[in-house]
């Protein structure tokens, strides 16, 4: 079930930058933990970023780590990925995720997430 609305995806050089972006109108996600998945063709679904309900702490996807920083802004109900020169191998449809927070329940895994919106393709070229 599609609870959550991604936008902002499309084709874009490396040189370029982008800032998707997520939100919906079925849920609050001021509660929530938030994240971008990517999923190539072929592939698993892989964490890009994710980010806990306070907003105090974020992850990044090993392939991504230190040059994507995922962002919310819990009055407007949207979660970012703001992109700096993505690279050709980070083409793929990502999805944006969601899930009230539990005890010993990790961030980085797509079984930790029960909600998902239904994917915005991101093609990268060099």
């Known amino acids: 079930q599609v609870q959550l609305v991604e936008s902002g995806g499309g084709l874009v050089q490396a040189v370029d930058s982008l800032r998707p972006s997520c939100g919906t109108s079925?849920?609050?996600?001021?509660?929530?933990?938030m994240a971008w998945f990517r999923q190539a063709p072929g592939k698993e679904r892989e964490l890009v970023a994710a980010?806990?309900?306070?907003?105090?702490?974020?992850y990044n996807g090993d392939s991504v780590k230190g040059r994507f920083t995922i962002s919310r802004d819990n009055a407007k109900n949207t979660v970012y990925l703001p992109m700096n020169s993505p690279r050709p191998e980070g083409t793929g449809v990502y999805y944006c995720?969601?899930?009230?927070?539990?005890?010993?329940?990790?961030?980085?895994?797509?079984?930790?997430?029960?909600?998902w919106g239904q994917g915005t393709q991101i093609t990268v070229s060099s």
């Open positions: 995720a969601s899930e009230f927070p539990t005890n010993g329940r990790s961030l980085s895994r797509p079984t930790d997430y029960g909600h």
């Open positions: 079925v849920l609050t996600l001021i509660y929530q933990n």
């Open positions: 980010i806990r309900y306070t907003g105090s702490t974020t």
